[in-house]
């Protein structure tokens, strides 16, 4: 692949837009950001029409590929029609119909436009409904990039104080944040048993740490953390924006068999547009009714509610989950053995259509692995397979069997041509 299209498009777009790319991290995939005229499956096109095998999926949300036709034909329905009105309308309804009936033990919802905005709603409710103010989350866990979450995200930030993550940063902003450890029962015991005297409103967890490493929640764990958020009158809240509809039709709490508080959806709930919501108890989200203000122009916009409705049809099939299961664990295996036959490149980490790529030696985090998965992911790009930065690897319903052996194929010829896989 020329990529020459791409690089050039870079360079123009640098003139204008800052950085180059619409959000920041997209700027680190090498050897250059890829730009794309179409998309279709598992498939992407370039500006010069070379084709590319896409992992991406748009960091996650497609599921069910580029451009389902489900999907686009329920959307152009509603488009012929209106777009935003600024009123109640049908979608607002049948879409949260739709996702209650989805999730374990949901019973209301909220909506609103992207994950880091529903992360920020979800924590207004808990403290309303607990009238307390400090939030637990987890070092290396990524909630979003507002200033109140965005701290400890690096591989060494695992003190209890929050470090933030971004120049620009109010040190006010996330005072009221306390940094647990993920997976570790006597330390969050000692924690959360503390909670009143400590202010503890929430407990904001991404279930799998999917931007750190892709790491199971160990045996007890989440469980542990629901018993004692119960005894100590702290909301629980998971955020799903990654693995919401993605690990299985009802998230974390159908896979793991721990029932939230609160639950925070993106991603995929809208099939490759643009809604999240807020999702769990009703006693908690109806407060929205009673002093809690959540507001948004285009929340629930009947387009993207449309795209919901589409993609909660979809995830309701009952071979969708075991078509995402057969394919990554085909990637897994075939990928898998790949690693195995270079020795000490890395290892793939699964849960269910989610992996990750482990460097031997070296830690994950949501800003990339860097060091050989870089030169990979590079190589890989040059020879028609797109894979993210981070070393996070998304399946969908699109890929095929082909699809897959021919990733193993080229990722092998790929370390072959690396000094790091020598």
């Known amino acids: ?21 619409s959000s920041g991290l997209r700027a680190s995939m ?18 010069d029409g070379d084709r590319y095998v896409d992992y991406v999926m748009a960091w996650g949300p497609l599921v069910h590929g580029h451009s389902h036709p489900h999907v686009l ?21 049948r879409a949260a119909e739709a996702v209650l009936e989805s999730v374990p033990g949901a ?75 993920f997976n570790d029962i006597d330390a969050a015991t000692a924690l959360l048993e503390r909670a009143e005297e400590r202010d503890i409103a929430a407990v904001l967890i991404d279930p799998i740490m999917s931007n750190a490493g892709v790491t199971d929640p160990a045996p007890g764990f989440l469980e542990t953390l629901r018993t004692l958020c119960d005894e100590h009158g702290v909301v629980l809240i998971f955020d799903e924006v990654i693995t919401g509809f993605r690990i299985a039709r009802g998230g974390a709490a159908e896979r793991f068999g721990v029932t939230p508080d609160l639950s925070v959806f993106g991603k995929a709930i809208a099939g490759g547009f643009t809604q999240s919501a807020v999702v769990g108890r009703a006693d908690i989200l109806d407060l929205v009714t009673d002093g809690v203000m959540h507001a948004g122009t285009f929340n629930g916009n009947p387009v993207a509610l449309a795209a919901v409705t589409a993609s909660m049809e979809l995830c309701a099939a009952p071979e969708v989950y075991s078509i995402l299961e057969d394919r990554s664990a085909l990637f897994e295996a075939e990928v898998g053995a ?52 981070s070393g996070k690897i998304f399946l969908s319903t699109a890929h095929t069997a082909e699809d897959i052996r021919l990733t193993a194929e080229r990722f092998g010829e790929a370390l072959r041509r690396l000094p790091a896989a020598t």
């Open 73 to 93: 034909e329920s959307v152009q329905r509603v488009m012929a029609d209106m777009q935003v009105v600024g009123m109640g309308h049908p979608l607002e309804y």
């Open 30 to 47: 090498r050897p250059t950001p890829l730009f794309v005229d179409r998309a279709h499956g598992a498939h992407v096109w370039d500006l």
């Open 338 to 389: 790949v690693l195995s036959d270079a020795g000490s490149v890395g290892d793939l980490r699964r849960v269910g259509s989610l992996l990750q790529f482990v460097p031997h030696g070296r830690g994950t985090s949501l800003h990339g692995t860097g060091g050989t998965w870089s030169e990979i992911a590079g190589a890989m790009l040059e020879s028609g397979v797109v894979f993210m930065p």
């Open 107 to 181: 019973q209301r919802l909220v909506w609103a436009n992207t994950g880091t905005e529903a992360v920020q709603v979800a924590l207004r409710f808990a403290r309303a409904a607990t009238g307390r103010n400090r939030v637990v989350k987890f070092a290396k866990a990524y909630h979003g990039w507002h200033d109140s979450v965005y701290a400890s995200v690096g591989d060494d930030d695992t003190a209890e104080t929050p470090v933030g993550g971004s120049r620009g940063q109010s040190p006010n902003a996330y005072a009221d944040l306390i940094v647990g450890r």
């Open 1 to 21: 692949m020329a990529i020459e299209s791409s690089r050039a498009a870079f360079e123009r777009t640098r003139n204008s837009l800052a950085g180059g790319v």
